[in-house]
């Protein structure tokens, strides 16, 4: 491998605070050969000066969906990787939501066994909570767990009662693992839609207390568990955020993520019919008021994480067919969250949110990461990133076979040039002089 050197980056460490100093940076064979200032190129090195440039720990999506196995013209492990580790993440948990679900140890060492084949960084595979995401019976998740599942979540669906829910917070929690759920309160959802069929996912009204009642009732079950972690996805209301900020005070070990399309986006409210064919998501799009407390939870850090929910679709061959719910959006995380007016001057927090929060949410894991820490003399586990540069997802920047993106052919701010993992190159920006071919 050729050597690259970073004159003059912003080197972000999360984990120890916010401390931003200003050093070189030579990579060299998969390690931080030196950090410093003033360190000379040598014959062959690539040299990035680039003002502003900024250095972190490789990024962590909590909440990717690969689709394969199972549907693979949606997305592949290949091309979902790669798109991640262009948004400058290290490592991604896949979700159980395959086709067939992720519920038993033999569909579980399938999908380690297909992951490692042909992810471009490592994929920590979560397993469902349940059997077939119904909520009726418990998937054996101690022996999931042994079998090297990273976290167990039902995503997509929310069927699981509070008695099965604090009962698998608790084997859950024996194992060493979280339990994240998609928290809309089905009942409440049927009762928004009552001709909407029988698959929750693609109903169409999804009122703010389907949300807000999921999280009353799961902080219930984590109560009366006394054990487990607790982990709530893609919050996109201001109840739900205050929920979670009166019961990480209250000591319960809960932690929450959100996604950069919910705090950047507004819903069209007024128009479900057009919101279904553009801008579709589950939860939906809210209003300022909610967008503005998600940027609070993420500031004040009741909000732990920034994941993607990345969820690539085929596009219908009608445009005015529905399509389904969910983005693309691993690959613009980052970007998305820095275009925001609110962003930019959360540098650190959305850094953190990124890199040492989601680490410390998962715990411990199944297959080994670095620590979030840039470190002269280790394998390179980083992200280097412009927080000015400006790029358009476009079909020759978009690596994800989705291109069900509500930023598709906007300008982003907010450049990922390389992403390390594990001391392996996943992604160099062609600008830097390096091609790395798609696995
Ligand atoms: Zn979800």
Not at 24 to 34: A, N, S
């Amino acid at each position: 491998m050729k050597a690259l050197l970073l004159r003059s980056v912003r080197l972000m460490r999360p984990a120890e605070g916010s401390a931003l100093d200003e050093v070189d940076l030579l990579l060299q064979d998969g390690r931080v050969e030196e950090m410093g200032s003033g360190i000379a190129a040598r014959a062959g090195t690539v040299v990035v000066e680039r003002e502003g440039c900024v250095v972190a720990p490789a990024f962590l999506d909590l909440h990717t969906h690969l689709r394969e196995p199972g549907q693979p013209w949606k997305e592949r492990i290949a091309t979902a990787t790669a798109a991640a580790a262009a948004g400058g993440f290290g490592a991604v948990c896949a979700m159980a939501n395959l086709r067939p679900a992720v519920d038993n140890v033999a569909r579980l060492r399938e999908c380690l066994a297909k992951n490692r084949s042909w992810e471009r960084v490592p994929v920590l595979q979560f397993a469902a909570v349940s059997e077939q995401l119904a909520g009726q019976r418990l998937a054996p998740l101690k022996e999931l767990a042994a079998s090297g599942a990273a976290g167990f979540s039902d995503d997509g669906r929310n069927a699981l009662g509070p008695e099965l829910l604090r009962q698998a917070l608790e084997e859950a929690g024996e194992a060493g693992r979280l339990v994240a759920i998609h928290p809309e309160d089905e009942e409440v959802l049927a009762a928004a839609n009552p001709w909407g069929g029988d698959d929750p996912t693609s109903w169409l009204l999804r009122p703010r207390e389907a949300e807000v009642s999921a999280v009353r009732s799961a902080l219930d079950a984590l109560r009366s568990s006394g054990q487990g972690r607790l982990h709530l996805q893609h919050l996109s209301t201001r109840g739900a955020v205050e929920l979670v900020r009166g019961a990480k005070r209250e000591g319960l070990a809960v932690t929450s993520e959100v996604t950069a399309h919910h705090l950047v986006l507004e819903g069209p409210l007024t128009d479900p019919e057009a919101r279904d064919r553009e801008l579709a998501c589950n939860p939906p799009l809210r209003g300022e008021e909610d967008r503005s407390a998600l940027w609070e939870g993420l500031a004040d850090g009741t909000i732990d994480a920034l994941a993607s929910d990345h969820a690539p679709h085929e596009s219908p061959s009608d445009p005015l067919q529905r399509r389904s719910p969910g983005f693309s959006g691993v690959q613009a995380q980052l970007s998305a969250a820095l275009s925001d007016p609110r962003g930019g001057p959360l540098l650190e927090r959305v850094v953190g949110a990124l890199t040492a929060r989601p680490l410390a949410v998962l715990g411990p894991l199944s297959v080994s990461l670095p620590e979030p820490a840039v470190r002269e003399g280790q394998p390179a586990h980083l992200t280097v990133f412009d927080p000015e540069g400006v790029w358009r997802p476009e079909p020759g920047s978009w690596l994800s076979l989705g291109t069900n993106s509500p930023f598709w052919e906007q300008p982003l701010k907010g450049l990922v040039l390389a992403t390390f993992s594990r001391g392996r190159v996943a992604f160099l920006r062609r600008e830097l002089g390096w091609e790395v071919e798609l696995a």
